[in-house]
Nanobody, 114 residues
């Protein structure tokens, strides 16, 4: 199973970015898909997650600014990030839960300049 993120980059405070994550390979049932992030010197934290049925959950710090969505036919999850803040700067990782196993992507850097 391969998990590949894209869409990171450098943006100014208040700007927007859209991350994408596609899972491919021997996947028969993708259950939960989620975005995590890890800033330098900090632990990896959950940003947002979405079930196969579309139920979502968000970290308090991103509620109202970030939106997670998914395309089940493409095994792809998206993270729309608006009103970005410098504290959102981190490497963003995608995690896919498929048939009770978890798979991580390699991460994509998001940098928000002040």
């Amino acid at each position: 199973v391969q998990v590949v993120e894209s869409g990171g980059g450098l943006v100014q405070t208040g700007g927007s970015l859209r991350l994408s994550c596609a899972a491919s390979g021997s996947i028969f049932s993708v259950n939960y898909m989620a975005w995590y992030r890890q800033a330098p010197g900090k632990q990896r934290e959950l940003v947002a997650g979405i079930t196969g049925g579309g139920s979502t959950n968000y970290a308090d710090s991103v509620k109202g600014r970030f939106t997670i969505s998914r395309d089940n036919a493409k095994n792809t999850v998206y993270l729309e990030m608006n009103s970005l803040k410098p504290e959102d700067t981190a490497v963003y990782y995608c995690k896919v839960i498929a048939t009770a196993l978890g798979y991580w992507g390699q991460g994509t850097q998001v940098t928000v300049s002040s």
